[in-house]
């Protein structure tokens, strides 16, 4: 699976530009899959079983683009100003490198001047910053307005940790096509999603929920472990299973989702916790209020500095995902 994680990982594929996640993936779940299309907002929809008068039709929502980085303009000596695609931190990015979509890199930095501010107190701000594209001018600068780029940041396994730039939601796309793998029959309709535009608000997701029109559904993707120095206020750790979402800021779960998701875990005798954070939101918002309604929740992958081009993951936590996953997709769903 670790080699399926880096390839995801490493392929740039910021909001709205997925096609290079979509086509790696398509080939990774074609043989498994009794159904591939893909909609107009660019989602892969793979099914798995059929609608029956006794089972479900489950939605489980990945999201294949990342955050990343879109021209606003090109000075006459080629330095390259940048809006944010999705929540960038400005702390992450100065001496940070970026590759576009057509394949070229620059390096992010900061006016001359701002640097002290940026060792001291004050946060920087991206509109202080530039993309370097090693040109000089502006006719040998490979980028121009409106092109995209996301961080550029080589796969690391750590051992027990991986770490990486887009975790948030490769690592979700990885743990459902390996689910999609192990599960070799289900007695429900399953439909595994893989989304795009999530970081831009969840706007695949919200399309696809539509169209599949689920009875029951969840997101899997990455949520913020704060188990690092002077750390507090978070009690998602690290290694301690995947977390079963109970809060964020775009849901709150049914409580018979969140009691499915635990009996599932706790009849696999797999490790897992419960999630409530303040901010931000998932897939599983955009499933929630499709169309009635849904009973919606999320699995999450604990992991460290998310939205950063190092976030790190716990490789148990990713394959008790898997686990918790097919079980929650191929078994008879009881929601009390
Ligand atoms: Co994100
Ligand atoms: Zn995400």
């Not at 990774?28 to 909609?39: C, L, N």
């Not at 000075?75 to 929540?87: K, Q, S, Y």
């Not at 970026?98 to 509109?127: A, H």
């Amino acid at each position: 699976m670790k080699e399926l994680i880096k390839k995801l990982v490493e392929t740039t594929g910021p909001s709205g530009f997925e096609h290079n996640i979509r086509e790696i993936l398509r080939k990774e779940v074609e043989p498994y899959a009794d159904e591939i299309r893909i909609d107009n907002l660019g989602n892969l929809i793979v099914r798995k079983g059929v609608k029956t008068d006794s089972n479900k039709r489950i939605m489980i929502s990945g999201h294949m683009d990342e955050i990343g980085v879109m021209v606003t303009h090109v000075d006459e000596n080629g330095f390259v100003r940048f809006a944010a695609v999705g929540g960038i931190n400005p702390l992450t990015c100065v001496g940070s490198r970026v590759r576009f979509m057509n394949g070229s890199v620059g390096v992010i930095s900061i006016e001359f001047g701002t640097f002290g501010e940026f060792f001291g107190i004050q946060k920087p701000t991206l509109d202080k910053m530039y993309i370097d594209m090693g040109a000089s001018s502006i006719k040998d600068c490979p980028v121009k307005v409106g092109y995209v780029a996301a961080f550029d940041r080589p796969f690391e396994d750590l051992g027990k940790r991986l770490v990486s730039k887009a975790m948030d939601d490769r690592i979700a796309t990885a743990i459902m096509a390996q689910a999609l793998k192990d599960m070799k029959s289900t007695v429900n309709e399953v439909y595994f999603v893989f989304s795009t535009q999530e970081e831009v608000g969840l706007r695949g997701a919200t399309t696809s929920a539509y169209s599949v029109d689920p009875e029951i559904g969840f997101a899997i993707d990455v949520t913020p472990t704060i188990d690092t120095p002077k750390g507090a206020f978070n009690d998602v750790k690290l290694g301690n299973g995947p977390a079963i979402k109970v809060k964020d800021s775009s849901l709150v779960v049914d409580p018979r989702v969140v009691s499915w998701m635990e009996k599932a875990a706790v009849k696999l005798d797999i490790p897992h916790q419960f999630e409530v954070i303040t901010a931000g939101g998932t897939d599983g918002g955009a499933i929630n209020l499709t169309r009635g309604g849904v009973p919606a929740g999320c699995i999450s992958v604990p992991t460290r500095y998310v939205h950063t081009p190092s976030e790190m993951v716990d490789y148990e936590d990713v394959l008790n995902c898997v686990k918790l996953t097919v079980e929650l997709a191929s078994q008879p769903v009881n929601l009390d």
